[in-house]
């Protein structure tokens, strides 16, 4: 992830606190997706960023999950994301996110 | 009448050292832990030329190989060196680095480039008998300094330096004791991006047959900044390349937009001649130090070789209407605009589908595509994917959304519409440009009759704006038919307008004779 935005993850954490915190994801590819998730919930797992081993265990997510598609307005998902959906290996990136989750998420 | 592109050229520079040295993967990893075992293990991965220059990706470039010949080799294709390649092919050179060293100080008009004796002495033949460098630009070159100039300046007086063959031959000089735009570093990779674009505009005059003196305009396109501490990005890189490469009679201007810049470039360059503002207009742009061995770390992780060791260059020339080149047709242009937001979905749709509606045509009328062409050997191990084929699933997807293929076909449109990435990750450099020698010669040809070159930025590296960017337009068949037709009807208008004077006469006649009587 991103070394800057793992400093506004990291600083957001700490202002609202890791409990009311949710990360949604938009990474295309499953071990992409697992990667970012992981630095959210076990760390920087490249050992190069702020959340270097700073276990935060956020609730996190992929935009695909059925956990947040329901929650969008389907006509929003439509012109937005349906299009990505539909090139996305998305039982991928389920099986990716619900390992990470089961392992390191908190919340 | 739209302008037509007339003609292109692709360059690579080989800079194994200039990785090591340069790329700012390893001078900020020398910088926050100098001792890692990546910078330890990296000199084992860096390739040597024969084997950058034997690369597929690296051949296709430069017109050695066809992206429909590079589709056919396996992946990776590192592995497999391509059988007797050439360091000339239709579209440019592989130059190597003590050569390209050498272009380095010809460029350099304000000696803060400085070589060593020894070096200059090897090295100045192999440059003499480069068939592009004529006598006014080999005359630029400087005899060397010993080699104690060289060490004093490096150790003691933050100069920068070069080397080869992991020696140290030269350094470059600050150009300022205190402003930090004018570092040794700053002027080191504003000047290697000078060059490669001076070499891109050599061989851009060689491959059109101009004389450099008829270009009016040159408008540059890479990612740096030249200025001093008073304007940093001042300018002008165009204009400072068209000097070196003889283009007498140009002006020139710097055009930025990240990874969008070459697209946004290649619509004005159209637009200033479609008015007729200018007649013949270069975009041109040279290679970025920084992004040497940007992915070093995932590809020495997975025991490759590191694959990002070119600098990259191209230049396009722009022309009016010869009634033979293929068009660049600005009724065809897709626009990112900043109410567009900033999913994929609504990017692809504003660049793609957007403007082909307008005009009343479809996803599936647009023979080829040319979005962000990266070299999937670079980016695959680094976990970012197969960046073309992703673009090219979104375009297929969008085709799919508007109930032009079934879903069923989307690998199908991907196979016929898209194209395997062979670009390096030079930021600007793999944006749509690399397909547009192909795209012409494939029109010229007659095997496709359009192609969409998409140009994308992420203009959030700036910190300026959370916005995307992106601009695209359509490069199709001359209709060469509409220009004889313009001709005929021109040549009526003619013969209407000298009958109707004529018939004008006579009224006055009648009417003079009539009020005579």
């Given at each position: 992830m991103d070394l800057e935005n793992q400093k506004r993850v990291k600083e957001l954490a700490e202002k609202y606190g890791p409990e009311n915190i949710v990360v949604i994801l938009g990474a295309a590819e499953g071990e992409a997706a697992g990667l970012a998730a992981e630095t959210v919930t076990a760390g920087d797992p490249t050992f190069a960023g702020p959340l270097t081993g700073v276990q935060l265990g956020l609730s996190v997510y992929h935009v695909c999950e059925e956990a947040i598609k329901s929650e969008i307005p389907e006509d929003v998902y439509d012109e937005q994301i349906s299009m990505m959906e539909m090139v996305l290996d998305v039982d991928d990136i389920v099986n990716e996110m619900t390992a990470i989750r089961d392992e390191h998420s908190k919340y | 009448m739209n302008s037509v592109l007339a003609a292109t050229s692709y360059v690579l520079v080989h800079v194994p050292d200039m990785v090591l040295h340069n790329g700012s993967t390893q001078t900020t990893e020398r910088t926050?832990?100098?001792?890692?075992a990546y910078l330890e293990a990296l000199p084992k991965h860096i390739r040597s030329y024969e084997q950058a220059l034997s690369y597929a990706p690296n051949q296709t470039y430069i017109g050695g190989l066809t992206p429909q010949q590079l589709s056919q080799r396996e992946q990776p294709w590192y592995p497999q060196p391509v059988e007797g390649a050439d360091r000339f092919a239709r579209y440019g050179e592989i130059m190597p680095q003590d050569e390209f060293l050498l272009l380095l100080q010809i460029c350099d008009?304000?000696?803060l480039v400085f070589l060593s004796r020894d070096f200059v002495t090897h090295t100045r033949a192999a440059l003499a008998q480069h068939p592009l460098m004529n006598q006014d630009i080999l005359a630029r070159l400087k005899e060397g300094v010993d080699d104690e100039q060289i060490t004093n300046f490096v150790n003691n007086e933050h100069a920068e330096g070069l080397y080869h063959k992991g020696q140290l031959v030269g350094y470059i000089k600050r150009a300022h004791d205190v402003d930090v735009n004018l570092t040794a570093h700053v002027v080191h990779e504003n000047l290697v991006s000078k060059a490669s674009s001076v070499l891109s505009l050599l061989h851009l005059i060689h491959n059109s047959g101009l004389n450099p003196e008829e270009i009016d305009y040159v408008i540059d396109c890479s990612e740096e900044a030249c200025g001093d501490m008073n304007q940093r990005g001042g300018g002008n890189f165009a204009k400072a390349a068209a000097e070196i490469a003889g283009l007498k009679n140009a002006t020139g201007s710097d055009m930025r937009a990240f990874c969008a810049a070459p697209a946004h470039a290649l619509v004005t360059a159209a637009s200033l001649v479609k008015a007729g503002t200018f007649k013949k207009v270069v975009v041109t742009s040279g290679g970025s130090t920084?992004?040497?061995?940007?992915?070093g770390k995932d590809h020495v992780k997975k025991d490759m070789?590191?694959?990002?060791d070119v600098l990259g260059g191209f230049a396009a020339l722009i022309c009016e209407n010869d009634g033979v080149n293929p068009e660049i047709d600005l009724n065809l242009i897709g626009r990112h605009m900043v109410?567009?937001?900033?999913?994929p979905q609504a990017v692809i749709t504003s660049l793609v589908l957007s403007p082909l509606e307008k005009a009343g045509m479809k996803i599936v009328d647009i023979d080829k595509f040319a979005a962000e062409m990266q070299n999937p050997d670079v980016t695959k191990p680094a976990g970012a994917g197969d960046v073309p084929q992703a673009n090219f699933k979104m375009i297929a997807a969008l085709a799919v959304k508007s109930g032009e293929?079934?879903?069923?076909?989307l690998n199908d449109f991907i196979q016929r519409h898209g194209m395997p990435g062979w670009a390096p990750t030079q930021g600007h450099i793999p944006s749509g440009a690399p397909y547009l020698g192909f795209a012409r010669q494939d029109i010229l040809d007659g095997t496709i009759n359009n192609a969409m070159i998409i140009g994308k930025g992420s203009l959030f590296l700036g910190r300026m704006t959370n916005l995307f960017d992106g601009i695209s337009f359509v490069m199709r068949a001359n209709r060469g038919q509409d220009k004889r037709e313009q001709g005929i009807s021109r040549h009526e208008v003619r013969g209407l307008i000298a009958e109707a004077l004529r018939s004008f006469a006579g009224s006055l006649g009648d009417q003079a004779g009539g009020s005579h009587a």
């Open positions: - | 926050v832990n100098p001792g890692s008009v304000f000696d920084a992004k040497l061995g940007m992915n070789p590191v694959l990002e109410g567009t937001g900033s999913s293929i079934e879903r069923g076909e």
